[in-house]
């Protein structure tokens, strides 16, 4: 079960990173209130699934989880740049994360 919330609370990561971008510094309050309650699932989740996963494990998940999200959802969605080498790269952090949870 702690995988399960961990791989969710990764995905809640992307949605805060990506709401506190179109926040305008907070001053927009949609953005703001999905970043606020994307953090706080998200961090729950994450302390959640740390009582019973290695921290250093857990964590490179969760910020590999969401660091490829949130770049996938900006080259869909916001017109960033995609290229055979920025694919190769993601592709590595996800090899890396998966790597680490099979070797748990």
Same mark, same amino acid.
């Given at each position: 079960?702690?995988?399960? $919330?961990? $791989?969710?609370?990764? &995905?809640?990561? *992307? $949605?805060? *990173?990506? *709401? =506190?971008?179109?926040?305008?510094? @907070?001053?927009? @309050?949609?953005?703001?209130? $999905?970043? %606020?309650?994307g953090l706080l699932l998200s961090m729950a989740g994450l302390a959640y699934a740390l009582r019973t996963l290695p921290v250093g494990t857990g964590?490179?998940?969760?910020v590999g989880i969401g660091a490829v999200l949130t770049v996938a959802y900006g080259m869909v969605f916001d017109g960033e740049a995609v290229s055979p080498a920025r694919l190769l790269l993601l592709a !590595?952090?996800?090899? &890396?994360?998966? !790597? =680490?949870? %099979?070797l748990h």
């Open positions: 079960m702690a995988w399960v $919330v961990l $791989v969710v609370s990764g &995905c809640m990561e *992307a $949605v805060w *990173a990506t *709401a =506190l971008g179109r926040s305008d510094g @907070f001053h927009r @309050f949609g953005p703001t209130a $999905v970043f %606020v309650l964590y490179a998940v969760w !590595g952090i996800v090899g &890396c994360v998966v !790597g =680490l949870k %099979v």
